[in-house]
């Protein structure tokens, strides 16, 4: 399975500024997953971000708000624009080396909008 | 949209104790997905089911998928405190732009 580096790990913020979450993955993949999981919640996807091409976003979810950038196979960031205390949750990236091995998940960052 | 349910959120039993849960999507799935996440962790693979009435087993862990592909089980035998966590079935559709949807997860906690 990948190895995956999630920064930060956990972060608190002030309402109405921007975090950037940044994951290394030790191996080359195609598509890369952000997700959101609030406390005791189930996860949603938020975005599926491909190398060289823009982010696909889910209904509910959009590019102003949550910018990501792909800037090779290995790393991607996802940025929390103008944060308001309804965005405190836990953010995780994710992969898939292929089909029969599931999804690895980055450790996770925990944030929390004051 | 697609659907994936887990019924219930929470499930309470005594060490030794066998527990089964299921996991029932709105639409016929590719495969289905079992993930462990520990309390403070993030969630961990367990296992995927591809064929129609597929049963497999990891220790004490029997998942099975069920014959139409929308439903699926997992049944832990003799539970251990180290098998507490909250236990996620995704299910993924066919297609260019596949992707997994998750359940809300059960929580099982066990009693020593």
């Known amino acids: 399975s990948a190895v995956i580096s999630q920064k930060p790990s956990r972060d608190i913020c002030q309402r109405g500024t921007s975090l950037t979450i940044q994951c290394q993955v030790d191996?080359?993949?195609?598509?890369m997953f952000w997700y959101r999981q609030q406390p005791g919640q189930s996860l949603t996807l938020i975005a599926t971000?491909?190398?060289?091409?823009?982010?696909?976003?889910e209904s509910g979810f959009v590019i102003d708000k949550f910018p990501i950038s792909r800037p090779n196979l290995t790393f991607s960031t996802l940025t929390v624009s103008n944060m308001s205390p309804e965005d405190s949750s836990i953010y995780l990236c994710?992969?898939?080396?292929?089909?029969?091995?599931?999804?690895?998940f980055g450790s996770g960052t925990r944030l929390t909008v004051v | 949209g697609q659907q994936v349910m887990q019924i219930p959120q929470y499930q309470h039993v005594q060490e030794g104790e066998d527990f089964t849960t299921y996991c029932n999507s709105s639409?016929?799935?590719?495969?289905i997905q079992w993930y462990k996440q520990r309390p403070g962790g993030h969630p961990v693979f367990l296992i995927q089911?591809?064929?129609?009435?597929e049963v497999k087993k990891q220790k004490r862990l029997t998942f099975q998928f069920g014959e139409a592909k929308k439903n699926s089980s997992l049944h832990i035998t003799a539970n251990q405190t180290t098998d507490v966590g909250t236990y996620f079935c995704?299910?993924?559709?066919?297609?260019?732009?596949?992707?997994?949807?998750f359940g809300k997860g059960i929580t099982l906690s066990v009693r020593p």
């Open positions: 971000a491909n190398q060289g091409s823009e982010a696909t976003y």
């Open positions: 994710s992969v898939v080396l292929g089909s029969g091995y599931g999804y690895t």
């Open positions: 995704a299910g993924e559709v066919a297609g260019a732009n596949s992707k997994l949807t």
């Open positions: 089911l591809v064929k129609s009435g």
């Open positions: 639409t016929t799935l590719s495969n």
């Open positions: 191996s080359q993949v195609t598509m």
